[in-house]
DNA sequence: GATGAATGAGTGTTCATTCAT
DNA sequence: AATGAATGAACACTCATTCAT
């Protein structure tokens, strides 16, 4: 006898959603202070007030869009390397793995790097995932050093230098083909000539 | 009879400095749509309307700031490489220094990431350093590898990892004093255990 | 057939009823515009669409609330006195039972007072119970100077003199249990020292 | 030299006056919820902007308005009272000085009086001018009691009888030229029929 | 009968900018 | 040069009311 109820519920869950992400662009396009709520709203079709019925302010949409597109949990699947894999096979695929969640997600990045610097909530979330990548990667390279593949260094270094490449390089602009394979030959076999 | 009128443009001239410099602060700490001109005129001690009479708008006075405390012929001193000295003596020279500038222009560069995103003033000045100090570096590279010091690689890469590494390292947070010998260190000899 | 119609038409006058009173006590403590459509129906424990099912308007719901609290009746039935009874006996009478009535009535009293400046319909009400409660009393003490019991005197004053009073004494707060005697006390004997 | 500066900050003062006065009337007429910012700019004929030029929100407007209007001074000045002369000459002065006061200040008292159920600042303004007015009222009534013109009685009752009558009639409407002097004969003899 | 999603006009407030002094 | 009063167009948000289900 609710199944209707369950209908209308089933609308107003995909109205949130439709909110939310056209929320992101409309953040992503014109920052989070440069959108207005008439921005937001003309963007997803409705009515300005609609939004604060399903969301109590325009910092409510915000977080709820963060919420949703967080792709912490993306991160660290696909940080969950194998440790037995060589680093010459594996941080190639990570590197790229990296660049394609950039990509992806270019949208959220955009909000988050504006907001960063202002925004509190934003600072905590970006913080961790970075930390969590540079966690993540760096115990995986301890693993090849101790498996005699890696000669002992500051792999958490070799770990910033890995994940502040791939995201500069999609600030800056979609990274060329050829940059990933070369940030990864750098990294493992140095530019120095061998004797 | 035109000394009181020099006097007078010094004031003025002194006026003007101190206006965008304490702008700079204020649109450093509370972004530039986030910093009323109340506020700035209250950081600089005076009314609001003399900001409009120094400036024509709030825009052109960041501009103003901006261009005044751009860094690029820094820059340019900084990358100013001699060609013959070794790389893996220069490197961390130039690192260091450009780690030392971003300390120093911190102001400065929170105002330009901040407004790297929506405003293309600044997008462009922000894009013309970051091309200027990788093409040095990686001219300074190239004049290495001819010399026959490093092996022969994609430079323009080299040169983006260290400036990206660098640049990223001081955003989210004052870098350790391991970190630039260590990153210099990865870069001229890899990571891969020597046979 | 029509026992159930009838059920129903009863539980929807029950939940007519539900609504006036629930909206009685939210007018009464927030202000007829300081109350909105959500708190009445929050408060009543139904969606705001229902009060529009039953009720027109906002203002509506208001006008049936002010109808069904109107306590003229009471008010008459209180002041429905027995012309040969004195007065020094029957005063302290009628204005504990005036202040008992306030007590009782005192949300609708509360709405009334508040909104007595503005709303026009609520004017005419207050201003239809104080003139009835002021010309009965006038009456009664008239017929009370023609028994000889009271001196010829402004009877339509000393009407008015008992029933501010304990409006007043009401709207300042509960009168202490000596007020009423005393009012009725100087009225009848005044303050002047008997020769 | 600050003479220019001095005319200025007077004009500017003027105006803040103004804005005062104008709001007072809107707030009497349309109670303060009622009116609109709209509404006061338009009345005092500026833009809605300079009102919070003056004053930080709408409600300050509304406590300098209070503040600017209040007249417990006033009050304490007419009760005053000479407690050497006979309470049948100073009676009917003081309720006449109280009425004349009620109709000069009767846009301030309108606000007060519609705020009193909501608005604390406007409660707590309201109960000390009327705990004042009873007090000095019954002191007055206390000394007259021992200088044995009056009869030992409850003297607060009788301040309160008064004041709630002079308050009470003026709200209700202009009172008659009739209803003072009827109130205090009532007050001081008494209505019952001598012996 | 009952729900709550949806509307849109209106609210108090902010703020870059102008201008008379 | 310097002030700050004055403007008016936004802005985020509220709310009585309507309507499809």
Known sequence: MNEPATARRHQAEQRRLQLIDTALAVFAEKGVDGATVKDLSQAAGVAQGLLYHYFRSKDELLEAALERHYFLPELRRITALD??????????????????????HHLFMRVVLRESLSNPLVVER??????????????????????????????????????????????????????????????????????
Chains 1, 2, 3, 4 share one sequence.
């Open 126 to 195: 970006l913080e961790r995932g970075r930390r969590e990548a540079v966690r993540v990667l760096g115990d995986y390279l301890d693993s090849r050093v101790a498996a005699g593949e890696l000669r002992p260094h500051d792999t958490e270094t070799t770990a910033r230098i890995l994940a502040y490449a791939v995201a500069a390089a999609h600030l800056v602009g979609t990274p060329s083909d050829d940059f990933l394979p070369a940030l990864v030959d750098t990294v493992l076999h140095g530019i120095i000539a061998q004797p």
């Open 83 to 104: 440790r037995d894999r060589p680093a010459a096979e594996v941080l190639l695929e990570v590197v790229t793995r990296l660049a394609a969640m950039f990509r992806q």
